[in-house]
């Protein structure tokens, strides 16, 4: 990279040391900054170099990368305080300070691995490190990590006489050649690394699975506006049978797209991708618009009155705007069941406001899958839910655990001292529906009884209505005995 004349680095060498020793507002700090800077200057045509003595130019990192040899490993530092030097001195005495602990940091790394190391400035408070040969990656991080934490926090000594001192703290990213395919890869890749860099940890070395999950989660956050814009959004209704007629009441409405990079991907990937972009609003009023729409559209001519479950998120119901258009313009004329997401804890402050915004509409609320997230006794009584939907997770295997079914049988007893029915969803198995059939359940759901279908199931299975009715006529047959 060339070397400068030792005129111009015994120069810059001592008038950097006054810099440092001296008060920011002594006459000497003027004079040295101002000839430090021409010598700077001089000094960055000359050898090509940044402006701090022993780090070369972002320009010369490009072509250091751009070359035929293949660079071992590449550390990129962030240094986290140096943008608050220029608040506190401004950008000329800043420039300095910060150029001191730089050739400090410099120093430290470089006598830690005992190696002369290529160090370029890739931004204000950026540093890119390239490794020569002979290292191996668990030595540098196990080196960079001891420099990082002996000079983190690093108090500058110029600002000893400052109420308020600068506090260094430096970040490492670290990535090595069978990473990447070429140099500008591995810096695009120990650039990623540093960014993963928290509190506790301060040196990451680069993992291409994280690195993977990372580009699919942007890939899915730019997919998402116009998916919205497209409304590529459609219903498929799952039955909801009552277990003591065997006739199907309900249709919970579970969205689909047909959007080509989330078509094959389970709906909760859409769903976590528009929570990540702060669209999920947006995208579950579609879903529930949409939802609406179809639905209304489906049960014309139809004798009977099956209600509409849709799952609506605590938090979209507290938006204002929404509920007042769904409640004005949607919810005419047809029974619903509002699903409230029970792992959310807003889901217990939100049942009287849909009572409220809802005045008038033939509503009733249900807790979805009761039993995993915020739930508890006080919670039932307090939100006051028409129905419970028993969560898959209790539901599975239950026939297998008698565990699962005295959790059950709890839950079905407080649930009818409360007045509140229960809906076992997720229901897979025969075994899972015998034993649940057997426990009591008011409503039953599940791929055991019918699929979700973008059409309107207008019966279940003639041997499960068989069933139902049959065991339904020895309960009240047991029943009555017991009256008497």
């Excluded at 028409?386 to 565990?403: C, F, N, T, W, Y």
Aim: net charge negative.
């Amino acid at each position: 990279m060339g070397m400068k004349p030792f005129f111009f680095s015994l120069t810059q060498e001592v008038l950097l040391l006054a810099c440092l020793v001296a008060s920011g507002d002594h006459p000497v700090v003027v004079v040295g900054l101002t000839l430090l800077g021409i010598f700077m200057l001089v000094s960055f045509f000359l050898g090509r170099k940044d402006a701090i003595k022993g780090f070369a130019s972002k320009d010369q990192l490009d072509k250091r990368l751009r070359s035929s040899t293949n660079v071992p490993a590449v550390v990129f530092l962030q240094i986290e305080g140096a943008h608050h030097l220029t608040v506190k001195y401004g950008p000329t005495v800043s420039a300095t300070l910060y150029g001191g602990f730089l050739q400090v940091l410099k120093r430290h790394i470089e006598k830690d691995l005992r190696t002369p190391l290529e160090f370029f400035r890739f931004a204000d408070d950026e540093v890119v490190v390239v490794l020569p040969f002979g290292i191996d990656s668990e030595t540098l991080v196990e080196h960079l990590a001891f420099s990082i934490k002996d000079l983190s926090p690093f108090e500058h000594p110029l600002t000893a006489h400052s109420a308020v001192p600068t506090v260094f703290q430096i970040n490492a990213g670290v990535a090595f050649s069978y990473s990447g395919e070429n140099n500008k890869e591995l810096l695009e890749f120990a650039h990623f690394a540093v960014l993963q860099c928290t509190g506790r940890k301060r040196v990451v070395a680069f993992d291409a699975s994280t690195y993977a999950n990372s580009q699919e989660l942007l890939k899915r956050l730019r997919e998402i506006p116009a998916l919205l814009k497209n409304r590529d959004i459609f219903t498929k209704f799952q039955p909801i049978v009552d277990t003591h007629t065997g006739a199907i009441v309900g249709y919970e409405a579970l969205s689909r797209t047909n959007h080509p990079y989330f078509k094959a991907k389970p709906i909760t990937s859409l769903l976590q991708a528009a929570s990540d972009g702060s669209l999920y609003w947006k995208l579950e009023k579609l879903m529930t618009l949409t939802a609406i729409e179809t639905f209304r559209e489906k049960v014309r001519g139809l004798r009977s009155s099956p209600r509409l479950f849709l799952n609506l998120a605590p938090s979209s119901i507290l938006e204002e705007i929404y509920s007042k258009e769904l409640a004005e313009k949607k919810f005419d004329g047809l029974p619903y069941v509002i699903e409230i997401v029970e792992r959310d804890p807003l889901f217990e402050s939100v049942t009287g406001l849909l009572y409220q915004t809802f005045r008038g509409v033939d509503l009733r609320i249900a807790i979805d899958d009761f039993g995993t997230g915020y739930s508890n006794h006080l919670a039932l009584i307090n939100s006051r839910p028409d129905i419970i939907k028993v969560a898959r997770e209790l539901i599975e295997g239950i026939h297998l655990s008698p565990q699962k079914q005295e959790v059950y049988k709890h839950l079905v007893a407080f649930a009818k001292a409360v007045g509140t029915k229960v809906l076992a969803e997720g229901i897979e198995t025969q075994e899972e529906f015998d034993i649940l059939l057997k426990l009591g359940m008011d409503y039953a759901q599940g791929y055991f009884l019918a699929r979700p279908c973008e059409e309107l199931a207008i019966s279940i299975s003639p041997d499960l209505v068989s069933q139902i009715k049959a065991h339904e006529t020895k309960v009240l047959a047991i029943k009555s005995l017991c009256e008497d």
